[in-house]
């Protein structure tokens, strides 16, 4: 017993090491902070910038402006938060191009290196030539030769080497450029093959413990690969540090992080998306200006990783600027655009003089950003719901039942399914902040591994009533882009349960109703 309780205090004493270790870290790669002004950039155009965010389509989450290396600038739409982890999506593949960069100069891989090489054990018994020809450049650029997109074919298989290696490759590899998410996934089990490491245990003391990146996941398949192509998850603030590192050229706190060159070729265009296009039909598209390795060219001699649904790391080098943003959006074009036109012109190569009226309106307009909340009508069912449940007619999804409850201004849905029973909480004056194991609206659901692994979601949950027959309760997952709306419809001891999730943008092909019964 005393051995025991030895063990369990030396085993205290090292997680609370390690965790001051990791806080100290990242202390110390803390990006600066400083006025607008002081690095060239008005106040008031950042105030701009984000009322014509508020005026757009586009819903931003977080906001992050560097200018000369230091955040002048720094937002997050409540209930978003500064210490929440953010669904990168597709800007995933930057840093899985990263960790192959650091292969590459420990010489544990050659980008001319064959694909097939690596997994003789999952290869068919006839491999086409194009197959044979295919190398890690290939996959980098997005220059495979598939035709369509596979990604959704592959990851529903239980084995997706060995499904993206079975798969025709039409067209000579480095030869056509097609976006395909199963070409970085196929990176990220090179890298797990030639060092031993999931990409993001390999990169952790290469790049994420030097930029101070701690508490980051990253999801994988069921082989334990992580995904590559999507699933990192980071703070608004890690996406900031990645970016300066490449504006720096690899350089962080005076030492040499990235590997000499690699900045330079991972954000050189190595391939142009559509070069039968006219050079004015590309002029004003950020996705026609060609691809490095996992990296896009942007228009103004910009570069980006991107996620779907606006998540960037921007970098602009004639402007020694960075630019982060999270954000829920269908029209990520749009959300450039807005940089283009209100924030680029801003940046001046010189100090600015003081506006402190200006400085301290864009101050307060960052503490108070806000989503827009339906006020609605004051709880006028709430005394008919307190207490009941609803017992729901056989359904796909497997809900059996819903029991609402109240108390003052806070409500309580509990979902009850066929497998599971979910508690969700929401507020009619501010967002409820809670955590669900049910998983939310996730563009790869189809996916084998949906999810695998990850911690309980947090959720922020808010209910209006826009009738007073009708509930309406929206569930942020705000460690992702999404939200998911349930709109209670009640008709006497009978209720309609509309179910629909932000990122279908209104299609009404994709919502879920259910109907139900008070139970006496």
């Known amino acids: 017993m005393n051995r025991l309780r030895k063990n369990i205090l030396i085993a205290g004493l090292l997680f609370f090491l390690t965790f001051q270790l990791q806080l100290k870290a990242q202390t110390l790669a803390a990006l600066p902070r400083s006025t607008p002004e002081e690095q060239g950039v008005s106040a008031r155009a950042i105030r701009i ?6 005026q757009s389509k586009h819903e931003f989450h977080s906001f992050m402006l560097l200018r000369h290396g230091k955040v002048i600038a720094e937002a997050w739409w409540n209930p978003y938060r500064a210490d929440l982890k953010h669904s990168m999506y597709s800007l995933s593949k930057s840093f899985t191009a990263t960790a192959v960069g650091f292969a590459k100069a420990e010489g544990k891989l050659s980008l001319a290196d064959k694909v097939v090489s690596f997994f ?17 450049k290939d996959l980098l650029t997005m220059s495979v030769g598939h035709d ?13 080497v060995k499904s993206f290696l079975a798969l025709p490759v039409k067209y000579e590899p480095g030869s056509r450029f097609l976006y395909n998410t199963t070409a970085t996934y196929m990176l990220s089990a090179i890298v797990q093959k030639v060092t031993g490491q999931k990409v993001i245990d390999y990169l952790r003391p290469r790049l994420f413990e030097p930029l101070g990146i701690i508490g980051m996941d990253w999801e994988t398949d069921l082989h334990g690969i992580n995904t590559g192509g999507w699933g990192l998850r980071l703070k608004t603030e890690d996406i900031a540090r990645f970016a300066q590192l490449f504006l720096q050229k690899g350089i962080w706190n005076g030492k040499q992080l990235l590997p000499v060159g690699w900045v330079e070729e991972a954000s050189t265009a ?14 004003n598209s950020d996705w026609e200006q060609g691809y490095g390795y996992q ?9 980006r990783g991107d996620g779907a649904f606006g998540q960037y790391a921007v970098v602009m080098p004639d402007q020694d600027a960075v630019i982060a943003i999270t954000s829920e959006t269908s029209d990520m074009q749009g959300e450039l655009n807005l940089i283009w036109k209100v924030l680029l012109p801003a940046m001046e190569n010189r100090k600015l003089p003081i506006n402190k009226p200006a400085n301290a309106a ?6 108070s950003l806000s989503l827009s909340i339906n006020k609605g009508l004051d709880n006028p069912s709430v005394a008919s719901l307190e207490g009941k449940t609803f017992i729901m007619e056989p359904n796909a ?57 990850l911690a309980p979601f947090k959720v922020a949950g808010k209910y209006t009533w826009l009738d007073a027959n009708t509930l309406q309760l929206v569930l942020r997952y705000i460690e992702s882009p999404h939200s998911r709306i349930l709109l209670c419809h009640f008709d006497g001891d009978k209720i309609s349960l509309e179910i629909s999730n932000s990122f279908d943008f209104g299609a009404s092909g994709n919502k879920v109703v259910l109907k139900g019964t008070r139970k006496l």
Do not use: C
């Not at 003789?120 to 491999?127: G, R």
């Not at 190595?270 to 002029?283: G, T």
């Not at 864009?362 to 503490?367: D, H, I, M, R, V």
């Open 362 to 367: 864009l101050q307060q307009k960052l503490k």
């Open 120 to 136: 003789p054990n999952d290869l068919s018994d006839s491999i086409s030539q194009h197959l044979q020809q295919l190398n890690i």
């Open 49 to 54: 910038f984000l009322d014509s965010v508020a």
């Open 295 to 303: 990296m896009w060219r942007s228009l103004n001699n910009a570069y």
């Open 270 to 283: 190595h391939i142009i998306q559509h070069p039968q296009l006219s050079k004015a039909k590309r002029a």
């Open 397 to 453: 999804q497997g809900v059996q039942s819903l029991k609402f409850a109240f108390q003052k201004n806070n409500g309580q849905l509990i979902l009850k399914t066929d497998t599971s029973s979910y508690t969700f909480n929401f507020s009619a004056d501010n967002w409820q902040n809670a955590e669900t194991n049910l998983p939310g609206p996730y563009l790869l659901n189809m996916a084998k591994n949906n999810l695998q692994g």
């Open 148 to 160: 369509p997109d596979p990604t959704i074919q592959v990851v529903q298989d239980s084995n997706w």
